[in-house]
C-alpha cells in the first residue's frame, strides 16, 4: 500500500504564503495587463524573480500586472516584450523606483514579514 508522504513544510514557508498570496492580489487589482490594449486577466509578475531575490518577493514595487501571455511569453522569454515592459514600468513609476528597489533588492537586511503583511 503506497502512503501519502507527509509535506514538509518550513515556518519560514508557513509564514510567507499568506503574505505572497495578499502580494499577488494587490498586484493584481485594477485588473488590466501592462501592455496597453490586451484585454486579458493579469498575473501578479516579479520585475526581480523572486526566486532569485528574496528581499524584493514580496515587494510592491517589485510586482506588476501582466496577462499569462505577457508574464510567461513575453517576460520571461521574449527579450523584445521584456524590454517593452522595462520602458513602461520607467516611464510610469520614474528612475528613484528602479533606482530604490534595486537598493532593496541587494539589502543586508531582511524585509519585516509581519510589517509587510500589515502595509499590503
Ligand atoms: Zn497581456
Redesign the pocket.
Known sequence: MRRTPIRRVSKKRQAYAPVRALWGRVIRQGGR?I?PG?P?P?QACHYWPEGKYKRVRVDLDNGFP??F??HIEGWHKDPDVQQQIKDILLEQRGQRWYDRLKMRRDAATRPDLAAIKVAL
Open positions: 495587463c501592455i490586451c486579458h493579469p501582466a496577462c501571455y505577457h
